[in-house]
């Protein structure tokens, strides 16, 4: 399937909200960086379209953002938690997304997983927070 | 006032609890459960003023757990709100046919959830 014009404005639009109102933090896109040492998320989604999305995130900011959104200090943020709270980012993030670019559409959307990372997917962009990286990758059926 | 939460993530449900408090309703109590025959329990108990559910969950998810909740000439009248990733027009307007008296896409803020919780407690402006 062939990838929307309006996908990369409305990932930047959907990245600046999830992460102002529900992560505490600013993200700004950037050229590609891949993080290594970082925690990914996939949710798959089925419908018109059909895909997946995965969200990369690097370790320090994985930390960070989940002590936003949990209210909790860096040090208290657990291993579980950062794997919830990068499913959840994905989740979020992916539904907000196709809720744009298709509104009358009916997608069901799977359950988050803890996934590899992909750099190799079509639809790919990095942005640069001032905790860390974080990138997100998308593929079309 | 007592809220019940009911999503399957457990960060969530801390999540939508701390932007409760933010949005002013810090005086409320707050109970939680990870999906809707869980939830159906707690409204069930008598003690629920407001629930906030999400959609996508296991056992029984929001649609089934809203057609329970106004299925019961009892359990209808507590205000219910979906809070979800899922914000396309034919969700919506299902769930609000199902008995839904507001809906909150995620990403949200503080305010639109104040907004939102007033509206279906009767304090908010109506609106269209």
Same mark, same amino acid.
């Given at each position: 399937m062939s990838v929307p014009e309006s996908l990369l404005p409305t990932m930047h639009d959907v990245l600046r909200d999830v992460l102002e109102q529900m992560f505490f933090c600013e993200a700004l896109p950037v050229q590609c960086r891949h993080c290594q040492n970082g925690i990914a998320a996939r949710v798959r989604f089925d419908g018109e379209p059909s895909g997946e999305?995965?969200?990369?995130?690097?370790?320090?900011?994985?930390?960070?953002?989940?002590?936003?959104?949990?209210?909790?200090d860096n040090e208290e943020v657990t291993a579980s938690q950062l794997e919830q709270i990068a499913c959840?980012?994905?989740?979020?993030?992916?539904?907000?997304?196709?809720?744009?670019?298709?509104?009358?559409?009916?997608?069901?959307?799977?359950?988050?997983?803890?996934?590899?990372?992909?750099f190799t997917?079509?639809?790919?962009?990095?942005?640069e927070t001032s905790e860390?990286?974080?990138?997100?990758?998308i593929r079309m059926n | 006032?007592?809220?019940?939460?009911?999503?399957?993530?457990?960060?969530?449900?801390?999540?939508?609890? $701390? *932007?409760?408090?933010?949005?002013?309703?810090?005086?409320?109590?707050?109970?939680?459960?990870?999906?809707?025959? +869980?939830? !159906?329990?707690?409204?069930?108990?008598? $003690? *629920?003023?407001?629930?906030?559910?999400?959609?996508?969950?296991p056992n029984m998810n929001g649609e089934?757990?809203? +057609?329970? !909740?106004?299925?019961s000439d009892v359990l209808r009248s507590i205000p219910a709100l979906v809070i979800s990733t899922d914000a396309t027009r034919d969700r919506m307007a299902r769930m609000m046919a199902l008995g839904a008296r507001g809906?909150?896409?995620k990403p949200f803020s503080p305010e639109a959830l104040r907004d939102e919780v007033e509206r279906a407690?009767?304090?908010?402006?109506?609106?269209?």
């Open positions: 999305l995965t969200v990369m995130l690097s370790r320090e900011l994985a930390v960070a953002a989940s002590a936003g959104f949990l209210a909790e959840e980012l994905a989740n979020i993030i992916c539904g907000a997304i196709l809720s744009r670019l298709h509104p009358n559409a009916r997608v069901g959307l799977s359950p988050p997983e803890i996934a590899a990372a992909d997917a079509p639809v790919h962009q990095c942005f860390g990286m974080l990138a997100v990758a | 006032m007592t809220v019940l939460i009911v999503d399957d993530s457990p960060v969530m449900r801390t999540f939508v609890r $701390r *932007v409760m408090r933010l949005a002013g309703f810090g005086d409320a109590e707050y109970v939680e459960a990870s999906d809707g025959c +869980e939830g !159906l329990r707690h409204v069930q108990s008598g $003690r *629920v003023d407001l629930v906030l559910t999400d959609i996508n969950m089934e757990f809203l +057609e329970s !909740l106004h299925a809906y909150i896409a407690l009767g304090g908010g402006d109506e609106r269209s």
